[in-house]
T-cell receptor, first 117, second 116 residues
Framework: EAGVTQFPSHSVIEKGQTVTLRCDPI?????LYWYRRVMGKEIKFLLH????????ESGMPNNRFLAERTGGTYSTLKVQPAELEDSGVYFC???????????????FGPGTRLLVL | AQKITQTQPGMFVQEKEAVTLDCTYD???????LFWYKQPSSGEMIFLIY??????QNATEGRYSLNFQKARKSANLVISASQLGDSAMYFC?????????????FGAGTRLFVKA
């Protein structure tokens, strides 16, 4: 079974440009999450989808970030316009949604390393 | 306030020895789950082990065990018989069952180096 995949693995863009990150969850997983780790800091939650609906977007830093999950399959995270502080590693995770909240295992992708110059 | 604290930025261990990675947490939610993830240099986050707040016994998964001390709010990861492939970044994480939704809260991580 394929794991969570993310594309691209790396992205280098200039400040003010737009970047779109893609995440393909494990097949059959209704829950999809985005996290990010900025330089040297903790991994922080961004948002949570259940199928195509945003369940919790409390971690989205500002309105320059837009996440979508059309059709409840893959998800995209767009940063427009990108700022220097957006540099970091963006992780996507997915889970089945069958277990309770506290024990639901989230499976992570390899991350997209974003560098904004 | 930091909810997950990993006080060891880096740890060294000799191959075949055991090592303990520390993790303390803070929550007022009586229902929570604790997780450990491994991140090798390739970048992917690998789930290692889970401990629920109501679990009476410490979780074990192969060479990994979780030393859960609820009163002290600690959830240390013990790796027995270290292997060179265990060199990686290790993250302790928590999910609060009643108040936190599905968001997972992570510590800053501990980088483990296994020496041959």
């Amino acid at each position: 079974e394929a794991g969570v995949t993310q594309f691209p693995s790396h992205s280098v863009i200039e400040k003010g440009q737009t970047v779109t990150l893609r995440c393909d969850p494990i097949s059959g997983h209704d829950n999809l999450y985005w996290y990010r780790r900025v330089m040297g800091k903790e991994i922080k939650f961004l948002l949570h989808f259940v199928k195509e609906s945003k369940q919790d977007e409390s971690g989205m830093p500002n309105n320059r970030f837009l996440a979508e999950r059309t059709g409840g399959t893959y998800s995209t995270l767009k940063v427009q316009p990108a700022e220097l502080e957006d540099s970091g590693v963006y992780f996507c995770a997915s889970s089945q949604g069958l277990a309770g909240i506290r024990q639901e295992t989230q499976y992570f992708g390899p991350g997209t390393r974003l560098l904004v110059l | 306030a930091q909810k997950i604290t990993q006080t060891q930025p880096g740890m060294f261990v000799q191959e075949k020895e055991a090592v303990t990675l520390d993790c303390t947490y803070d929550t007022s939610d009586p229902s929570y789950g604790l997780f450990w993830y491994k991140q090798p240099s390739s970048g992917e986050m690998i789930f290692l082990i889970y401990q629920g707040s109501y679990d009476q016994q410490n979780a074990t998964e192969g060479r990994y065990s979780l030393n859960f001390q609820k009163a002290r709010k600690s959830a240390n990861l013990v790796i027995s018989a270290s292997q060179l492939g265990d060199s990686a970044m290790y993250f302790c994480a928590m999910r609060e069952g009643r108040t936190g939704g599905f968001k997972t809260i992570f510590g800053a991580g501990t980088r483990l180096f296994v020496k041959a």
